[in-house]
């Protein structure tokens, strides 16, 4: 019991009058021995080095993470899992939201624990930092692979932009890789320009489609179409087959109208349901023929390098946009130089130059 002496808060009553120990110090001792403690970069290491998702999960946590001292670890970490890296499958998968992308990496997934393969799914939707939308859909879509030993699950990342989410799913793949997983799964939305930033980091682009009324090509950006190595027509069941099947010819005529790829594959088309598990085999087979092409052709190395080079560039452009917006003189001026822009006593041009110059002089 302690006696309150000062007077200078206006919340103390009486002065000599004994009052409660607001705080249990035991209790508060408990809890600081109970909360665990972050381990040491070394124990995150040597424990995804040898496979452990806990380990894992943590370094993933201090990848997502704002802190600059859980970045700095961060960064210690990949750099020491980077030689350990780069051995596994990357396959992105895109598809408007419905189409089944969940369903189906449940099963394409089970499929692959099935022939012994160690499977990680990732996700780039910067959508879900505002819904939480496909953290609680991915759960639940994928109950059995979740609690599968070879299986390891982990929802898009938050972040304010896309970029950020992007970067971190990248770095992500690189530890899943240490860790021995062999196959890497890269959910995505098929709306906005998250397909672009998935499909430079992964080795094979898949996009899942649906069959409508006909007008199957109707409302799919050329883009799209330019990058994918496979187009899945899902939900190929019931009284859907005969439409899906109409699809995948559309679908195949139209991807012969683009130039040759690179990589010297020619981009398939197949039907599926990940209901049904119809086609899901299918699927690995295109893919493993896919792979078989890229190693004997020697693109497979000749993508990661132009990739990891991407995102380099990436990288610096990012960090120099943070950089000059968060500037608060900058951001001062800027707002000035706006409203004159707005009332037309400048031209767009002759302001951005203002305001770069100024940029530039200070930073130098
Ligand atoms: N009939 C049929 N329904 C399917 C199939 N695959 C998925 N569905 C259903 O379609 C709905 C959407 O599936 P999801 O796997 O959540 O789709 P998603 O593309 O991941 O959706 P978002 O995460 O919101 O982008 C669910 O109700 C599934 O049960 C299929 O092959 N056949
Ligand atoms: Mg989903």
Known sequence: MSIRKSKSSALNEKEGISLPEITNSHAIDQIKKSRKKQPPTKELIDGILKGNTTALSRAITLIESTNPLHQEKANQIINACLPHANKSIRIGITGVPGVGKSTFIEVFGKHLTDLGKKVAVLAVDPSSTISHGSILGDKTRMEELVKHKNAFIRPSASGENLGGVARKTRESITLCEACGFDVILIETVGVGQSETAVHSMVDFFLLLKIAGAG???????????????????????????????????????????????????????????????????TIWQTISNYFELVNANHYFEEKRKEQNLFWMIETIDQQLKTHFYNQPKITELLESTKKEVQNNTISPFAAAQIVLDNYFKNYD
């Not at 496979?230 to 005529?253: H, P, Q, S, T």
């Open 215 to 281: 007008d199957e090509l109707q409302g799919i950006k050329r883009g799209i179409m330019e990058m994918v190595d496979a187009v899945m027509i899902n939900k190929a069941d019931g009284d859907n087959v005969k439409k899906a099947n109409l699809a995948k010819v559309e679908f195949n005529r139209a991807l012969h109208l683009f130039p040759k790829k690179k990589s010297g594959w020619i981009p398939t088309t197949a039907t599926c349901s990940a209901l049904t598990k119809e086609g899901i085999d």
